[in-house]
């Protein structure tokens, strides 16, 4: 296949993907508003706010790292959704995935977090160190649920090529991991609710918080880019959970529907709980989440 | 209340009794007395609480007035107690070893009327007003207006009127 | 070692409103080398801004649009008119639907609303806050007190006329105003900047000598940089 007409459709991808972000992250804030008796922004708020963020007419950096900390987060973002195979069974949306391609992603979850905290380290602000170093600390938290339910699958089906594990599910609603494991499945799920930034584990994000956690020194372009990354990560760790337990998608509208309930789901549980603090969060996490990922490995052990 | 009066009569020659309200009696003893009496009423009366310490400029009579609000919130009842100072050496002994946080209320106080209060931790240091260089505002004989009129761009067209003689003359035009 | 003692006595005395850790000072380095610090030439930075120009015409005025649509506001309440905001972010006036959006730091707010009373203590974080903020930025001020005063016109410690001090672009008279005047500020403030006249960043710029000198003739501890972004 040409390689040029292969990037054309990455491209192409990545850029149904960005819109995807935005709209349903201007979708869910509406819901938020609608649930708690608001009429909510206009849907087409975060196009806008993007807008008027690349738009700012003078901007300062602290230093080399402070740019490539966002940079660092959006390769981050992008990373994840070139290796990965957006629809089942597509030559030209299955990306430059390859076997073995769930290590590297779950390698590129943690990789954006990093870049972010040496950028937001060299801004200066006391309370952005403070705002990265809670952040990892619930991230890593976060992590560690979902790397064990990626182990407990990669056991399951006896493969790291995420193709391979969406093959695995197709045929019957029946086949996909979520019915054949689901220990992996629910601690996977619980991780996601962390990793979306929505209540209860969003204090390290949260603007009303005293740090706007580590972004407190960005500001315009370098504020845009985090926010074109987050669109994008959103999608894209939706798509990733909906490979692995969903059963992957045959076309984008299966993609669409099945990547908003996913995403969906951390919003639902966001507006029914409220917060953790970092000190709860982490305990939280470590405990059942942890407990019932390593009961999936143990379950496909035995 | 009527038992501590009189013990405080005896003890510290309190003088100007009075009942300002209910559980709230006024009254007044000479500066030099005020850290003993408060120390006994802390002690052994049960007056736990400073509530706060203010100050009223005599200007007319050439004395600051000092007022310590001390509570008792077993029985709920207050003391207020006026001692007089010269407004020309205004110093006064500081109580903070009594109440620490005495010595916010004498910074306040150091800051808005000028009153000294030797030996309270960080007196000097500004409080509301910083790097004030004038007189002390909350001095009687500092002129706010002309002070605001030089500093503060007044903007023209503002009219301003005596309250008293204003209403006045809205309420009852036919008086004279 | 009188000569130095002189020499410090003079900076302190130069230097008796700033903060200890602001002072001239010397750090002792990993390896025993010595270190002199002036924080207020490394810590912040002593440059004058410069005013940005607009871009052509259409492009400019596209963008005008997205910034009137999506105002990021700095939580900074100055006075008594701040607890109008919080209402002004609940449902029964929901300002997100206008654009309206709270953030907690000024590098990422495009508003700042003097909210009511401006003590000169206040005018100073003010300002720095205000220096902060990035160029297209915009000043909603609350209440007659940013107008005349109010009824601390005459006081010792509030400022009369924030005009003098910061470029404003909408006045809400009223003591309070209520929040459905300042959701009619923040329209006022969409038409303005639609319309291209919201360039109070650049007027500061262009008038800085003038604004630095009112500031400076009522904040009397001036220990900051002129210009402190």
Known sequence: MDIVKKIGFVLLGLFIVLNWGLLMAGIMRKIIARVSMRRGIKIFQPYINLIKNYSIRSQLTHGIMFYLGPVFRLSGGVGIFLFMPMIYGSDIWNNFSFTGDLILIAYFMFFGMLGMALGAGEGGHPYSAIGISRGLAQFTAIELPLTLAILSIAIQYQSLSITEIVAAQQGSILNWTLFTNPLATGAAMISFLGAMGHSPFNVVMAPQENPVGPPTEYHGTFLGVLQTNRAILHVVEAVLYMNLFFGGANNWIELIVKTFFIYFWSVFVGMVFPRFRVDQSIPWLLKLPVLIGVAAIIVFIV | ?176 | MTEELKDNNIEQVEDKFLAPENRKHTVTGPEGEIIHVDPLQDYYCNERPKAEDPRNKIVEKFLNWARAESLWVLGFGTGCGSIEIPPLLSPRFDAYRFGVAMRATPRQSSVIIISGYLAVKTLKRVIRSYEQMQNPKFVIALGSCTINGGMYWDSYNTINRLDYYLPVDVYVAGCMPRPEAILAAFDKLKTRIKEGRAEGANEYVEKFDWYKANQKKVIKNWNMPDYNW
């Open chain 2, 1 to 176: 209340m009527e038992n501590l009066i009189n013990k405080l009569q005896d003890m510290f020659a309190v003088k100007d009794v009075q009942d300002s309200k209910k559980n709230q009696i006024l009254l007044t003893v000479k500066a030099s007395k005020v850290p003993a009496l408060l120390s006994f009423l802390k002690e052994f009366e049960g007056f736990k609480v400073l509530v706060m310490i203010s100050s009223v400029d005599w200007i007319e009579i050439g004395k600051f007035q000092l007022s310590y609000i001390v509570n008792d919130p077993d029985k709920k009842n207050d003391l207020i107690i006026r001692a007089f100072i010269s407004r020309k050496e205004a110093s006064m002994i500081s109580i903070h070893s009594l109440w620490g946080h005495a010595s916010t209320f004498q910074r306040e106080i150091k800051e808005m009327y000028g009153i000294d209060f030797p030996g309270s931790p960080r007196v000097d240091e500004p409080f509301l007003l910083e790097g004030w260089d004038d007189t002390p505002p909350m001095r009687r004989d500092f002129d706010t207006k002309k002070y605001s009129e030089e500093t503060f761009f007044p903007r023209p067209g503002r009219e301003s009127n005596d309250p008293a003689e204003y209403m006045k003359k809205r309420l009852y035009p036919d008086e004279k």
